[in-house]
Structure formats: C-alpha cells, structure tokens
Nanobody, 127 residues
Framework: HVQLVESGGGLVQSGGSLTLSCAAS????????IGWFRQAPGKGREGVGC????????RYKDSVKGRFVISRDRAKNTVYLQMNNLKPEDTAVYYC????????????????????WGQGTQVTVSS
C-alpha cells in the first residue's frame, strides 16, 4: 500500500518560513519525480514546483521562484519544500505527489501527471 505523508505545516506570520516534508511508505521517493501542489480555499489545485529523479533539478511556479526551494534527502527517502518570505496568498493546503513516469532531467508541474498523492498539510500565513 502506497502512502505519502506531508508534515510541517502550520501558522506563520507574513515574511516567515516553514519547511514541509514529504515521506512515503510502500514507495521509494528517490525513484520518482516529486511535485508539490497547493489548494487555497475556493480555488483549484496548482503546481508549486517539482524535482527530478536523476539530477535533482527543480522547476517552480513563477510566484514562488526565489522564495521556495525543493530538495531531496536520499538517505531519508524524503523530499522537502522550504518556503521563505511567506505571504498571505501562500495560504493553502499543500500536497506532495509522485509521478510514475520517469523522464531524465524532467519533472512535470501539472497535477494530472502524478499518480500518488499525500493527504495534505495546512499552511496558514497571517498578515
């Protein structure tokens, strides 16, 4: 049984930082591109960024570039989303997901590309 679990969400003031973690059971995250997504109240789910399998390169949504960083700890089979200079508009439920299709040096940001999902963790940024 595959299970992805996000953790690290919480309440933070504008300008603050949080680091989310994505861990898995029944799946080796090191072998899959991993995406981070978010869904704000009343809005659709959007891609925040992703990290490739082989070279660890990353892609980000324009609005988070320079503020968010995705990384892997292969020894811990964990993927992180470090979020800095948070803004109220970053408030959302954040999800990690694993893409079963591995393309060298590529990771998708579209949510329909991902087959395994976590349950999400709430991030609230107060102004």
């Amino acid at each position: 049984h595959v299970q992805l679990v996000e953790s690290g969400g919480g309440l933070v003031q504008s300008g603050g930082s949080l680091t989310l973690s994505c861990a898995a059971s029944g799946l080796t995250l090191n072998n899959y591109p991993i995406g981070w997504f978010r869904q704000a109240p009343g809005k659709g789910r959007e891609g925040v960024g992703c990290i490739t399998v082989n070279d660890g390169s990353t892609r980000y949504k324009d609005s988070v570039k320079g503020r968010f960083v995705i990384s892997r700890d292969r020894a811990k089979n964990t993927v992180y989303l470090q979020m800095n200079n948070l803004k109220p508009e970053d408030t959302a439920v954040y999800y990690c997901a694993a893409d079963q299709l591995v393309i060298p040096n590529f990771c998708p940001i579209a949510d329909y590309e991902y087959g395994f999902w976590g349950q999400g963790t709430q991030v609230t940024v107060s102004s």
